[in-house]
Nanobody
Framework: QVQLVESGGGLVQPGGSLRLSCAAS????????MGWYRQAPGKERELVASISNYDNTKYADSVNGRFTISRDNAKKTVYLQMNSLKFEDTAVYYC???????????????WGQGTQVTVSS
């Protein structure tokens, strides 16, 4: 079983910062791309940022320049540093990983349970 466990969410004032972490555990062979998604009430889940296993990164326009995604392969962990937070960043943030669990099988998508980020004054 593969598990992705997020941590680091919470309540922060506008302009503040938070750092999310997502650690992978269980039995698997390789972690390919990883990403952070978010879902606000009444809205669809959207991609916030992604990082390949070659450290190529992509960001949603709404967070570009404020958020930074990174990964530590030795710790099997992906991070999302969020700076200059805005009210509209309030959402549940989900970690996603495309993970290979068996030789010669394609990677499968795994999701964390989500962590709440609330930006409020």
């Amino acid at each position: 079983q593969v598990q992705l466990v997020e941590s680091g969410g919470g309540l922060v004032q506008p302009g503040g910062s938070l750092r999310l972490s997502c650690a992978a555990s269980g039995s698997f062979l390789k972690i390919n791309d990883m990403g952070w998604y978010r879902q606000a009430p009444g809205k669809e889940r959207e991609l916030v940022a992604s990082i390949s296993n070659y450290d190529n990164t992509k960001y949603a326009d709404s967070v570009n320049g404020r958020f930074t995604i990174s990964r530590d392969n030795a710790k099997k962990t992906v991070y999302l540093q969020m700076n200059s937070l805005k009210f509209e960043d309030t959402a549940v943030y989900y970690c996603n990983g495309n993970i290979v669990t068996k030789w010669l099988f394609p990677p499968a998508a795994y999701w964390g349970q989500g962590t709440q980020v609330t930006v409020s004054s």
